[in-house]
C-alpha cells in the first residue's frame, strides 16, 4: 500500500514551533483552524508546514490557511 510507504512525521521543535505559529496566525485571521475542535488539523497542518510538505486534504478548513501549501 502507499500508505505503508508513506514516512511519518514525527513531532520535534520545528513541528510545535510550526504549531504556536499557527495557532496565533489563525487566531489572529479570523481563520476558523483556530478553534478548540480542530486541534487535530492544526498539528497536522503544522507539521506539514514545518517540513515544507505541501498537504494533500479535502477538507475545506484547510484553506487559505496562512504558511499552509495545499495540493489540489
Known amino acids: 500500500m502507499v500508505l ?4 511519518t512525521i514525527r ?10 505559529d499557527l495557532t496565533s496566525a489563525c487566531r489572529r485571521l479570523g481563520h476558523a483552524l483556530h478553534a478548540k ?8 497542518a503544522a507539521s ?3 517540513k515544507g510538505a505541501a498537504l494533500l486534504a479535502g477538507d475545506g478548513i484547510y484553506q487559505n490557511a496562512p504558511g499552509l501549501d495545499l495540493l489540489s
Not at 505503508?4 to 514516512?7: A, E, L, R
Not at 475542535?37 to 497536522?44: E, G, Y
Open 11 to 20: 513531532s520535534d521543535n520545528q513541528v510545535v514551533d510550526a504549531h504556536a
Open 37 to 44: 475542535h480542530h486541534t487535530a488539523d492544526r498539528w497536522v
Open 48 to 50: 506539514a508546514i514545518a
Open 4 to 7: 505503508d510507504q508513506t514516512p
